[in-house]
């Protein structure tokens, strides 16, 4: 893997800083005070149920534990916690059951 020279490493970390800024100050400054129409808050509500996904499903179906192979544990404890969150409607029971069934099975399998 060839490094990045120092230089290079400071101007992306500069360029995300001010990206990340910017993108911020949209919202909190020159639309904070201002009411948002129905049809964009009726968009912005499902912003969290579409970033939580997106973070776990890497990490089920390419775990780097495994090194990019799908395993049973990940798997059976992604289904676990999916059905509990759908049965329950239970966020907290629907992560404690993912979280023991892959435990449970990681010392099952090992």
């Known amino acids: 893997m060839i490094q990045p020279d120092q230089t290079s490493i400071w101007i992306i970390i500069i360029g995300l800083a ?20 129905p049809w964009l808050l009726r968009h912005l509500r499902y912003t969290a149920v579409a970033i939580v996904p997106a ?5 089920v179906v390419w775990p780097s534990a495994t090194e990019g192979q799908p395993d049973v544990p990940r798997m059976a404890a ?5 059905g509990v969150g759908l049965w329950s ?4 029971a629907a992560m404690f059951s993912g979280a023991a069934t892959l435990y449970g099975l990681l010392y099952l399998v090992g």
Do not use: H
């Not at 992604?78 to 999916?82: C, D, G, I, Q, S």
């Not at 409607?89 to 907290?92: A, G, I, S, T």
């Open 89 to 92: 409607k239970n966020v907290l």
């Open 18 to 37: 001010v990206g990340s800024y910017l993108l911020r100050f949209t919202f909190i400054g020159l639309v904070g005070d201002r009411p948002m129409p």
């Open 78 to 82: 992604a289904a676990v916690t999916l």
């Open 55 to 59: 973070l776990i499903a890497p990490l």
